[in-house]
């Protein structure tokens, strides 16, 4: 299984970035997504999931009306559209596939991983 993920990048405070996660080796219509991310010294930290046909999608609240997370199943792709970046947002950012079909936000929960992406907010 290999989750790659693509689109981080250095932006001002206000702006945008959106972040893709292409999945292989794995039936991925078949599970939930999510995105994590974290900073160093910090535990890796929730920030949004989708269920496997898209029907229910889950956010921090940290994040919740600014970031969108959407999948593209014909595709193996799951997206994080991410508006109105704060540097507080400044990130590692993974994509992770659940061990389940619904939502889950623990990251003991999710079975595989990405490598990681930099996501970094000046302000």
């Known amino acids: 299984v290999q989750l790659v993920e693509s689109g981080g990048g250095l932006v001002q405070a206000g702006g945008s970035l959106r972040l893709s996660c292409v999945g292989a080796?794995?039936?991925?219509?078949?599970?939930?997504m999510g995105w994590f991310r974290q900073v160093p010294g910090k535990e890796r930290e929730f920030v949004s999931a989708?269920?496997?046909?898209?029907?229910?999608?889950h956010y921090a609240n940290s994040v919740k009306g600014r970031f969108t997370i959407s999948r593209d199943n014909d595709k193996n792709t799951v997206y994080l559209q991410m508006d109105s970046l704060k540097p507080e947002d400044t990130a590692v950012y993974y994509c992770?596939?659940?061990?389940?079909?619904?939502?889950?936000?623990?990251?003991?929960?999710?079975?595989?991983w990405g490598q990681g992406i930099q996501v970094t907010i000046s302000s």
């Open positions: 080796g794995l039936t991925f219509s078949d599970i939930a």
């Open positions: 992770a596939a659940a061990r389940v079909t619904s939502i889950v936000t623990e990251p003991r929960n999710y079975a595989y």
């Open positions: 989708i269920s496997r046909r898209s029907i229910t999608k």
